[in-house]
């Protein structure tokens, strides 16, 4: 193909992205919960640090939590609660052996707990880095009490040297399978099954190529398989691509798998996987980028394990994008494209360049990569040790399939802009219309933890939730769903956290409760409560819900009307309307006597409220605050506020005496305005643009105070003029604002408050933030112009340092 042919192509696929990306729909959570301490059970000790390890054992009552140096037994049920703990420091002499080699001794040469497996009821196999010498030990919890036996072992290959290095482990009965680097340099990586017989991946770029491992898992595929296969575990990683034709590395996305019955081979691949393949892994970005990389990944399983899911975590390899995607993956689909896909070959191109291409001759049989099935036995091969060479040279050289593996929606679950995605769990609810629903749990850099839910094609983010009093990035993700209240247990550099799965009583009335769609929860109309459907009797009949529609016609009669609150209204001033939406996704409609209001010259509507510009007589009346939410097809419009304007009688004003000061008479100007103006208790927060009143100056016997005031208002106008001008406010005040009427409402007094955690002011349109099925562009004000401006998150994101290669084929 010409150099011409493959510029055309790439335009054309770049612009029909490029295209494509302009009806993206990103999501945004419903409600915004802050953190609150009281909600939240938390964990850590002074002096130590990442808290990046657990294991959840619900059969002991305790989470081992492993951290920097330590190893913690806590309480289940409440991690605040320390039950028992052991210290794992690395000695003087190690630490100084990491410092000689040029690393820092008080970050990196300490002991980082990076393993922890349950080996049988008491045990527990642990692994640190030990001052970049990996060790493990044998760890039990008896009597209440953690210690560690002092049988350590060698650690490499089974723990990473590195502390801050991606790597992934699994106990499979008492087989260890890791991902990790075997080397000091991090350059030689390695898929380790440690056991009476080990096996190891090649010391090949074909195979790995400077990879960063996220995560593995294992399923049980041999369970009623009509071919007799073998039980697999999926290993899922990021590596350098090599069927790309890129001037520089670009980094893939990949699924790999080997056999649980791997035995190597018996003279090519010796000690080494004959059933090691990969594939990369899909999940297309709305905007034009490069591949994204997968950061991490849960297994959702079924008792049937071809429906069993893995849901991905993927963010940009570029630090210029600010958006994450979540994609599903069917287990099926996987063992379809490794067993049934064509494989990719390397063919020579001139002299040192070799090309990755279908491979389109004949495979051998049996099928390289298969594990040992009844085709293979049909022909008096059992073990992998007997696969001819010409099966295991061919699956040697050529591991990688050609086919991705697409998401199981054909797109991504979830887009989202703003602060990156970093983990995922996912949990299985079942619904009070006996149907289930996977419940993504979903951690970001910012220390939130986003609660998501899939029905039918819409997305939906029930609730974001701060569990960090200060922004930082979650590193590691567990739940245990096993309790009658599920719960979720959060690591991260500077402690954990332990959080409910759903905190129903923050819906105050039952239309609050339905809308949500919170699947484990639901409107017990026996209590008149938002309960959880585990505290619901199995036979009850008094429970609401209405999880894919959000109806709330069943709900009893809304109370009385919201009660008007008085405000003053004096000619001439900015007058503040404060007004707080029940929903993210909803948005603002204001009415004045029956009447839509729209943004312009006299009115100013944004996020917190109405802003009334220059007031007069003809604007006293009532002032209605609607929250207008769409649902499907249905909307939803609750009154929130109502504002009563009555026109205020100005104050005499007392004519100053001559030996009055201008001090002392500004004071007395800004007690009459404040009083006049005050808003009535608790309507509101300040005003975005601080608008000073104006009340009118009687006259001033003695001309110098009169030429004082004079300047002084002079240099107070020019002073404002210049901050607005600075502020790219001047033209605010011409920003037009359309609104729609929507369906009849239903009043309500029902009213909870989320903040926002942004402290960014956002003047609304017509629609606010928006859930995925409709148009989630999140408009505002323009300070430069008329038009609109779409904030971006400017977060950053490290990029993913790649491992150096070297050629060794050492032997484990």
């Known amino acids: 193909m010409s150099l011409l042919s493959a510029l055309s192509i790439v335009c054309g696929l770049m612009l029909h992205v490029c295209f494509s990306s302009l009806h993206t729909h990103y999501c945004a959570p419903r409600k915004t919960v802050p953190y609150q301490i009281d909600d939240l059970k938390s964990f850590r000790e002074d002096g130590i640090f990442n808290y990046s390890t657990m294991l959840i054992r619900d059969d002991l009552g305790v989470l081992l939590l492993g951290a920097r140096e330590a190893i913690y037994a806590l309480d289940v049920n409440n991690i605040s609660e320390k039950k028992s703990a052991v210290y794992w420091r690395v000695t003087e002499e190690k630490q100084r052996e990491c410092t000689y080699k040029g690393k820092h001794a008080e970050v990196e040469c300490r002991n980082y707990i990076r393993t922890l497996h349950s080996v049988n009821d008491t045990t527990v196999y642990v692994c640190g880095t030990n001052a970049f010498s990996p060790t493990c030990d044998y760890m039990t919890f008896a009597n209440g009490q953690l210690m560690l036996k002092g049988k350590q072992e060698e650690g490499k290959g089974k723990c990473p040297f590195d502390p801050f290095q991606r790597y992934s482990s699994l106990m499979v009965g008492n087989d260890l399978y890791s991902a990790t680097s075997i080397n000091f340099l991090g350059s030689e990586p390695v898929i380790l099954r440690s056991s009476n017989l080990a096996l190891r991946s090649e010391f090949k770029s074909s195979w790995l190529s400077e990879p960063n491992f996220v995560y593995m898992d294992f399923v049980d595929e041999s369970t009623a398989s009509v071919d007799g296969d073998d039980d697999k575990v999926y290993l899922f990683f990021s590596e350098n ?3 790309y034709d890129f001037y520089s590395k670009v980094a893939v ?35 034009p980028s490069l591949p994204p990389i997968v950061q991490d990944v849960f297994l959702m399983k079924h008792a049937d394990w071809g429906k069993s899911v893995f849901y991905a975590v993927f963010t940009p390899q570029s630090g210029l994008s600010q958006v994450s995607a979540v994609c599903a993956y069917s287990v099926s689909a996987i063992r379809d494209i490794f067993n049934e896909g064509k494989f990719k070959t390397p063919v020579a191109v001139e002299t040192s360049y070799v090309k990755w291409v279908m491979h389109t001759g004949e495979v051998p049989v049996p099928r390289p990569g298969a594990c040992i099935n009844n085709v293979a036995r049909n022909m008096g091969i059992n073990r992998s040790l007997e696969l001819p060479d010409k099966t295991l040279q061919f699956i040697r050289d050529r591991p990688l399939m050609d086919e991705a593996v697409r998401p199981l929606t054909g797109k991504p ?9 970093t983990r995922i769990v996912v949990d299985s609810v079942l619904a009070l219309d006996g149907q289930r629903h996977d419940v993504m749990f979903i951690g970001t850099e910012n220390g939130y933890i986003q609660k998501a839910v899939n029905y039918d094609g819409e997305m939906l983010i029930i609730e974001e939730i701060q569990v960090y009093e200060n922004p930082e990035p979650i590193s590691i993700l567990r739940l245990s769903s096993k309790k009658s209240q599920g719960q979720l247990y959060v690591g991260s550099e500077f402690g954990a956290i332990q ?30 409560q938002c309960s959880s459907i585990y505290s619901l009797t199995p036979s009850s009949n008094t429970a609401l819900q209405s999880l894919k529609e959000g109806n709330v016609s069943q709900c009893p009669l809304p109370p009385d009307r919201v009660a008007a609150v008085d405000v003053a209204l004096v000619p001439g001033n900015n007058i503040k309307l404060p007004c707080q939406l029940h929903s993210n996704l909803a948005h603002v409609r204001w009415r004045f006597s029956d009447k839509a209001l729209e943004s312009n010259d006299k009115y100013y509507i944004y996020s917190g409220g109405l802003l009334i510009l220059n007031a007069s007589e003809l604007d006293a009346g009532l002032y209605v605050c609607d929250s207008v939410e769409q649902i499907n097809s249905r909307t939803y419009n609750r009154t929130v506020a109502v504002y009563h304007l009555q026109l205020h009688s100005e104050p005499e004003v007392v004519t100053p005496t001559p030996s009055i000061t201008v001090t002392k008479y500004f004071e007395s100007i800004h007690t009459l305005n404040t009083a006049a103006t005050e808003p009535a208790p608790g309507t509101g927060d300040e005003d975005p643009l601080s608008p000073e009143t104006q009340s009118t100056v009687g006259r001033i016997g003695r001309l110098e105070v009169a030429v004082a005031l004079l300047a002084l208002l002079s240099l107070s106008l020019i002073g404002v003029i210049i901050w607005f001008w600075s502020r790219g406010h001047w033209k605010c005040l011409k920003f037009a604002q359309s609104s729609k009427d929507s369906e009849s409402r239903n ?5 909870m408050h989320i903040q ?9 349109g017509p629609e606010s933030r928006i859930p995925c099925t409709g148009n989630n562009n999140h408009t505002a004000v323009d300070f430069k112009g008329n038009g609109e401006h779409h904030f971006t998150p400017m977060a950053n994101i490290s990029s993913l340092d790649g491992l150096g290669y070297i050629h060794d084929e050492s032997e484990i």
């Open 241 to 243: 691509a090599m069927e």
């Open 253 to 287: 996305s990949r699924v790999a798998r080997v056999c649980k019955g791997d035995m190597g081979g018996q003279r090519t691949l010796q000690r080494k996987w004959t059933t090691f393949l990969k594939a990369r892994l899909d999940c297309s970005f709305p905007e």
């Open 413 to 421: 679950l979830l887009v989202e802009s703003g602060a990156l995605l």
């Open 499 to 528: 959080m409910p799965v759903s905190n129903c009583s923050r819906y105050q009335s039952c239309v609050d409760c339905i809308l949500s769609r919170d699947p484990y929860c639901a409107w017990d109309l026996s209590t008149t």
């Open 747 to 751: 009043p309500s007094a029902d009213y």
């Open 756 to 764: 926002n955690r942004s402290s960014e002011i956002h003047f609304l």
